[in-house]
């Protein structure tokens, strides 16, 4: 059986291309959200679009209407929920953000690439040690 893993690498890189000079933005659509949807469409799924929406406050209204409590329910309806134990790279992990949101991150091996709150300038490599909310197959 023909391994899976170089085509999920080479989606995860197109996807940290995109992302890593993109600075964190409400209003330019650079959101975990859009990373995720982006990532989904490089792996090759077809995700459906995300409302148009330019704060904190507008995407709390958006997710709340797409019937979802938070982005982990969201989550769920689109993809099958694994162990952390599960994830491989271009899977997608939920770990804890701030206040309003929590964080959807790209698996990338060992680490995750998402954007971190002291240095919000392009996505990172994020080493996370604490607590890994979820984690679904893409």
């Known amino acids: 059986?023909?391994?899976?893993?170089?085509?999920?690498?080479?989606?995860?890189?197109?996807?940290?291309?995109?992302?890593?000079?993109?600075?964190?933005?409400?209003?330019?659509?650079a959101t975990c959200i859009h990373l995720a949807r982006t990532h989904l469409r490089n792996m090759g799924h077809k995700p459906p679009?995300?409302?148009?929406?330019?704060?904190?406050?507008?995407?709390?209204?958006?997710?709340?209407?797409?019937?979802?409590?938070?982005?982990?329910?969201?989550l769920?309806?689109?993809l099958p929920r694994i162990r952390a134990a599960e994830i491989l790279v271009g899977d997608l992990v939920l770990i804890p953000g701030d206040d309003l949101f929590d964080c959807i991150c790209v698996s990338a091996g060992g680490k995750l690439l998402g954007?971190?709150?002291?240095?919000?300038?392009g996505i990172k490599p994020l080493h996370v040690v604490g607590e890994i909310l979820g984690a679904w197959r893409v």
């Not at 023909?2 to 996807?15: G, V």
């Open 115 to 121: 954007w971190h709150p002291d240095d919000p300038s």
């Open 1 to 29: 059986m023909k391994s899976d893993l170089p085509r999920r690498a080479a989606a995860t890189r197109k996807t940290l291309d995109k992302y890593r000079a993109r600075p964190f933005d409400w209003r330019k659509r």
């Open 49 to 74: 679009a995300i409302p148009d929406f330019r704060s904190r406050v507008g995407a709390r209204t958006a997710l709340a209407g797409t019937g979802h409590a938070d982005l982990a329910g969201l």
């Open 76 to 78: 769920d309806s689109l």
